[in-house]
């Protein structure tokens, strides 16, 4: 079983991981305002689903490091910590717009909003670092993994679907908000301060 504070740890990184604008994010905001909130439900869909196949295999890359050396697992931590903060960072230092030009057709189907944004979730380099060197620090190797993985992957589609529906629900507001650069000055230095306290967190955790 995890721990209350395993689990609030957990929370924290995940938390500030999903709130940073990505594609996902950006493309979810951009569904909300060509679209409405309900017809964007299926890319929140497709970008679950697609985070679960991440999850599938982060699963498959569990059992090699119940192998592995101390030395290895803590050189793992070490990258999740710095990449937080590499991402931190580029939101701090980003001169460029945030990305809000994405073309939609008013005419797309749910089934193709929901697989436009399986592949967005699959392929996104914010989301696949995640799973390769965060998610597996918050498994206990030495207790049952089905448990574990059950409660952690629901604590991270629950979070990611909140912000996703932040950014579909606001996509109109957020976008007219963002079209100012002295906002996302202010949106990039949140979220890259978010980034770096969640790196700090885990750097100072055991």
């Given at each position: 079983m995890i721990s209350l504070s395993h689990w609030l740890l957990?929370?924290?990184?995940?938390?500030?991981v999903s709130a940073s604008p990505g594609p996902l994010m950006l493309l979810t905001m951009s569904n909300g305002?060509?679209?409405?909130?309900?017809?964007s439900l299926p890319g929140m869909l497709g970008a679950?689903?697609?985070?679960?196949?991440?999850v599938g295999v982060t699963a498959l890359g569990i059992g090699l490091l119940v192998h592995s050396s101390e030395e290895k697992l803590t050189a793992l931590k070490w990258f999740g910590v710095l990449y937080l903060i590499y991402l931190g960072g580029?939101?701090?230092?980003?001169l460029h717009r945030y990305a809000l030009s994405i073309?939609?057709?008013?005419?797309?189907?749910?089934?193709q909003i929901l697989f436009k944004a399986f592949l967005?979730?699959?392929?996104?380099?914010?989301?696949?670092i995640y799973f390769v060197a965060l998610f597996p620090q918050f498994i206990v190797l030495?207790?049952?993994?089905?448990?574990q993985f059950m409660i952690l992957t629901l604590t991270f589609l629950v979070t990611d679907l909140i912000w996703m529906s932040i950014y579909a629900k606001?996509?109109?507001i957020l976008a007219m908000w963002l079209k100012s650069a002295g906002h996302q000055y202010y949106i990039r230095c949140l979220s890259g301060g978010l980034l770096i306290v969640a790196a700090l967190i885990l750097a100072f955790s055991q």
């Open positions: 957990f929370f924290s990184v995940t938390f500030a305002m060509h679209y409405g909130y309900f017809r679950s689903l697609g985070n679960l196949i991440l580029k939101q701090f230092f980003s073309q939609t057709d008013i005419q797309t189907s749910g089934l967005v979730s699959l392929t996104n380099p914010k989301g696949i030495q207790k049952p993994l089905a448990l606001g996509g109109n």
